[in-house]
């Protein structure tokens, strides 16, 4: 019994293992252990103070590590020790203050030896076991490296020196001109940082290199591959400033590289990795905000926006179309925000407008704020509430960082010169917009109508009205210039647009409307119309053409039926698409089909051109560094959706954290037991099958209650899910939790994709299919797969103030799920 809630807890005691000896260890011991119970802490102190007691054992590791074992003298008593072990034993002696059983047990299991490096073989045979077994994969974002030259799959003979140790036999797996890639025994250590000597004998023996004392190489990483290898990554310091061998070598690897193949490792990770990254940033629900610090003011520089995201930067556009973000994210709020411990910064801001005399008002306070004054909470969730404005959103706050803005592709830019072009920094231009960026918010709005009616419920003081000053911001009559960009990604359309003007007329409940085209394409058109309209999405109208009727006698150019897919805000510019009956024909689609084809040489394609070029791109790279959600896709297996893959960027989400408590955060995971099958069939799948990529994302909502305790995960883990964000009928699963379990509530956003932007992998796609067809074929099979794209929020907190619990229950659940949270972080 007591052996198995140590085993539970071994990722704790491993952490309370680097305290002992510390002067503060009883208040982190506290701390650590807050959340486990009586017996389970008391055997926790039981297990620190068996490690603490002093012990005069003997250390002998003769035929027990790797390296050169020697006699080694502590307080009269000799041991027998090699450096890495003398190493870890004189630290933990300062550490303990004293030779304690915890710096025995340090010494015992040192990298080297025979014991460990057994047992990590066999947990890593276990690790490939599972994810053999597992079919979702992780996609870990711009995780992907770029090489500043070509490697080629090489296996020579060498030999290395290192210290005393000289004559060490190796081979390489692959080569560079500034690095390469060995395989050593295990027997010999090598650590990060290291300086090694390197005898190419194998090239030695064919050609006169001049190397008397080979080549010095830094060891850059080490990775065991099996009981008896390592692979050591190495790069050159090139302190001998050999220029013959180095064109030697360059030439070497260029007149080869098709015979031995060149190592397409890293470019197939990264047409992976930016395969999945370009479907779901222009998906995403969210608005990302740029913080600039000048002044030492934080203000909201750039906003990066999508189609999905544009609804939120238009709500914070007043009716002069000014940005009234500077306010929303103003000094005071942000500083408060900053206080918070977590490495992603939360809160939930609620806001509503009020207009007056044609002007718009804004209103704003986050949850926290609200706490802190809780004779002002009611008046302003109840007042607000009653408007039409009214909003609440997801609130986090990330450090973003200029240089994250230069992602170069995976390829060398010795390939070719389009792509040394293509690897060059932002232009000076953009780099000067980004320089000052400190951080970055992400704003999700995730309120519902029933908590928006359950805040109208509550009670407040009317003769407190004014009070509401305290929330409001002021106007400015020049306020600070927010750039908008729009994300810049493949054109999506079925058809390509071209830019035509010809006179139109648009018929609707006999009135008429007169204007002229923007572009045109065969399925559809955008016109200007000479007056403001009042169309509505999925609205039928008639057109005509009377110049272009001038030119054709075949087709009858009037009354023909479109449908209206969007109107911009003026009411003037419209969006059309071509209106029949499942396949019937349509005069206007056969007469712009062959007006396109008898004229492609004369029509200009419609190209939206950036407004500052790179900037888009800058953006959209520090978001890709910056990633804080939990991106899903969904691959499609005959008439069947699946979980294809799952996002995992810089910073976890908390469904990243429990995946990785049960062992599933590796290269492939399980998600059945979150997002089960029943879910998919049952739920998603009905509802997102006839969708198509134009269509803005479905809701979701999830509740799921996790039992720590439990190791299994299929055991720990209950989750329902739901079409739509009213989670009311979570009540009964949450309320049995609320008292033992981990509560997540969490909100799902799932659209179709169209096709994969492969213009944006095109370099990549192209370079891997010069020396492997067979594998870029299968990448793009694999990015066609995808046919949707989901974001997971996290809104537990919001969810579960609308629900009939006890809130002291509730409250001690959120600090167990902090502390559980953060331990495994």
């Known amino acids: 019994m007591a052996d198995d809630i140590l085993l539970k807890h071994e990722n704790l ?51 027990m590590v790797t390296g050169q074992v020697k006699p080694y003298e502590y307080q009269g008593k000799q041991h027998f020790m090699d450096d890495t072990a003398i190493e870890v034993f004189e630290a933990a002696l300062k550490q303990h203050g004293g030779y304690t059983l915890a710096v025995y047990e340090a010494v015992m299991s040192t990298e080297n030896n025979h014991r460990v490096l057994q047992r990590k073989a066999a947990e890593k045979e276990q690790v490939q076991a599972l994810d053999d077994s597992l079919t979702t994969n992780i996609i870990k974002f711009a995780s992907y490296e770029s090489r500043c030259e070509e ?153 990066l926006t999508t189609e999905n995201n ?129 951080y970055m918010v992400v704003l999700t709005a995730v309120g519902n109508q029933v908590e928006q009616q359950n805040y109208q419920q509550l009670s407040y003081d009317k003769r407190s009205i004014n009070q509401l000053k305290h929330f409001g911001h002021s106007r400015h009559k020049s306020p600070p210039y927010l750039e908008i960009v729009p994300l810049e990604y493949v054109n999506l359309r079925a058809n390509e647009r071209y830019l035509y003007k010809t006179s139109v007329s648009l018929t609707f409940n006999d009135s008429v409307f007169h204007g002229q085209t923007r572009d045109f394409s065969v399925m559809g058109l955008q016109l200007e119309s000479s007056q403001a309209v009042n169309f509505k999405k999925g609205t039928i109208v008639l057109l005509a053409f009377p110049e272009l009727q001038k030119i054709t006698k075949s087709h009858q150019l009037s009354e023909l039926k479109y449908e209206v897919m969007a109107v911009n805000k003026s009411a003037t510019v419209i969006n059309l698409k071509a209106h029949r009956l499942a396949d019937s024909p349509h005069v206007g689609v056969t007469f712009f089909t062959q007006l396109i084809e008898s004229n492609k040489g004369k029509l200009v394609v419609s190209e939206e051109v950036p407004k500052i070029p790179g900037l888009s791109t800058a953006l959209r790279n520090m978001v890709t560094k910056s990633v804080c959600q939990f991106p899903l896709y969904l691959h499609k297996e005959g008439i069947h959706f699946k979980t294809g893959a799952i996002g995992l960027g810089l910073y976890p989400s908390p469904l990243h954290v429990i995946l990785q408590h049960f062992g599933l955060l590796g290269n492939k995971t399980d998600l059945s037991s979150i997002i089960t099958a029943e879910h998919i069939a049952n739920v998603i799948t009905p509802n997102i099958k006839d969708r198509n990529r134009q269509d803005a994302p479905l809701e979701f909502t999830l509740a799921i209650n996790v039992d720590p305790r439990k190791g299994d995960i299929t055991e720990s883990i209950t989750s329902q899910c739901i079409l739509g964000d009213d989670y009311t009928g979570f009540q009964q699963q949450i309320g049995e939790g609320i008292k033992s379990q981990l509560i997540f509530v969490v909100r799902l956003y799932i659209s179709r994709t169209g096709r994969p932007d492969t213009d944006y992998l095109a370099n990549e796609l192209k370079y891997v299919s010069q020396y492997a067809l067979h594998k870029a074929r299968e990448l793009e099979e694999a990015l066609w797969s995808v046919a949707g794209v989901g974001d997971i929020v996290d809104i537990t907190e919001e969810a579960l103030s609308h629900l009939t619990l006890n809130q002291q229950q509730v409250t001690q659940m959120g600090r167990r799920k902090l502390l559980w949270l953060n331990r495994l972080r």
Request: charged share 25%; hydrophobic share 35%.
């Open 151 to 303: 490697r080629m799959n090489y296996s020579i003979k060498v030999t290395i020196e290192y210290k005393e140790h000289k004559n060490i036999a190796a081979t390489t797996s692959d080569i560079s001109l500034s690095g390469c890639k060995i395989k050593l025994t295990t027997r010999h250590m090598l650590k990060k940082g290291q300086l090694i000597a390197m005898r190419l004998v194998g090239l030695e023996q064919d050609f006169e290199l001049g190397l008397k004392d080979g080549i010095q190489y830094e060891v850059v990483a080490v990775e065991n591959i099996s009981k008896e290898f390592n692979h050591i990554r190495l790069k050159r310091t090139f302190i001998e400033k050999n220029a013959a061998f180095d064109h030697f070598l360059e030439s070497f690897i260029h007149g080869n590289k098709r015979r031995y193949k060149v190592n397409l490792d890293n470019t197939l990770d990264a047409v992976v990795s930016k395969g999945y990254e370009q479907y779901y940033i222009p998906r995403v629900t969210s608005l990302y905000v740029f913080l600039s610090k000048k002044a030492d003011e934080l203000y909201p520089s750039l906003c």
């Open 310 to 438: 544009i609804v939120i930067q238009r709500y914070f556009s007043d009716e002069r179309q000014k940005s009234c973000l500077h306010n929303v994210l103003n000094q005071q709020r942000l500083t408060e925000l900053l206080t918070k411990q977590t490495a992603v910064k939360e809160d939930y801001l609620y806001t509503f407008t009020h207009v007056s005399a044609g002007k718009v008002y804004y209103y704003s306070a986050t949850r926290s704020e609200l706490e802190q004054q809780p004779d002002l909470k009611n008046l302003f969730l109840a007042f607000g509430s009653q408007k039409d404005s009214w909003q609440c959103y997801k609130l986090q706050l990330m450090p973003s960082h200029p240089e994250d803005s230069y992602i170069p592709l995976s390829l060398p830019s010795t390939v070719g010169k389009n792509i040394e072009k293509m690897n060059k920094p932002p232009s000076p231009r953009v780099q000067g917009l980004i320089k000052d960026v400190k």
């Open 13 to 63: 005691i491993a952490e309370l293992k680097q305290y002992l000896g510390n002067a503060k260890f009883e208040l982190i011991f506290k701390a650590k252990t807050a959340g486990l119970s009586k017996p389970e802490q008391f055997l926790m102190k039981m297990e620190m103070s068996r490690l603490s007691q002093p012990i005069a054992r003997f250390i002998d590791l003769r035929g």
